[in-house]
C-alpha cells in the first residue's frame, strides 16, 4: 500500500503548524532575526511569537540570544544545526509527498 | 514588508491539519473511495476517519454517500467542486510560499 497519505497524516506538527511553520521559514531564510523583525514578518501577536519560540527552543530547533542595542534589550533568534536540517527536511518532505500524490493519482488513473 | 511568512502562519488549518491534508490529498489522487480504503491509505483510525470527514463535510468539502455491497453498508466519499478547488489551491500555495521564502533568503544576502 502506497504510504504517501500516512506520511501526510503523520506530519510532525511541531514544524506543520502554521506559526511556528512561519517562524521556521523566515529564519531559514534570514539566518538570524531579532524579536521585533520576527513579529514583523510573521504578523504574530508577541505573546504568540514569544510562546512559539520558546516550544522551538526547547525543542533545540533555535537559540536565543539576549544582547543591548541603544541600552534596550534585544532578542536574537537564529535556528540551531538541527533546526536548519529539519525545516529543509520539513519543506523537501511535503514536496516530496505531493509529487507522490499526484503520481499515484496517474497510476490509479491508467 | 514581504508577506510570504504571514501567510504561512495564517494558513487556513481546516486544509493544513495532517489528518485532513492527508484525507483531501488522497482524494485528489482517487477521485472517490469508500471508508475503508480511505482508512487503508491514511492509516487513521475509523474515530478520527470519522470525525475529520464529517469536519470536512459540514465545510462542504466532501460529500458523501451510502449503498450497499453484497448487503453491507458502505460510503463513497469525494471531493466537492469547491473541495477539488481548495486542496489544489492549497498545494500551490504552499509552493508558491516555499518559493518566496527562497527568494526572500537570496534577497537578504546580496
Not at 506543520?16 to 521585533?36: G, K, S, V, W, Y
Request: glycine share 2%; aromatic share 6%.
Amino acid at each position: 500500500m502506497d504510504e504517501t497519505f500516512q506520511q501526510l497524516a503523520s506530519l510532525d506538527r511541531l514544524l506543520h503548524e502554521p506559526a511556528r511553520l512561519a517562524i521556521m521559514t523566515a529564519l531559514m531564510a534570514c539566518e538570524n532575526a531579532d524579536f521585533l523583525f520576527l513579529q514583523r514578518l510573521t504578523g504574530l501577536s508577541s505573546g504568540n511569537l514569544s510562546v512559539q519560540i520558546t516550544r522551538l527552543e526547547e525543542a533545540e530547533m533555535l537559540s536565543t540570544s539576549k544582547r543591548f542595542v541603544e541600552k534596550r534589550p534585544n532578542t536574537v533568534i537564529s535556528l540551531t544545526e538541527s533546526g536548519k536540517t529539519a525545516i529543509r527536511s520539513y519543506w523537501e518532505k511535503l514536496e516530496s509527498l505531493k509529487k507522490s500524490a499526484e503520481e499515484f493519482s496517474r497510476d490509479s488513473s491508467e
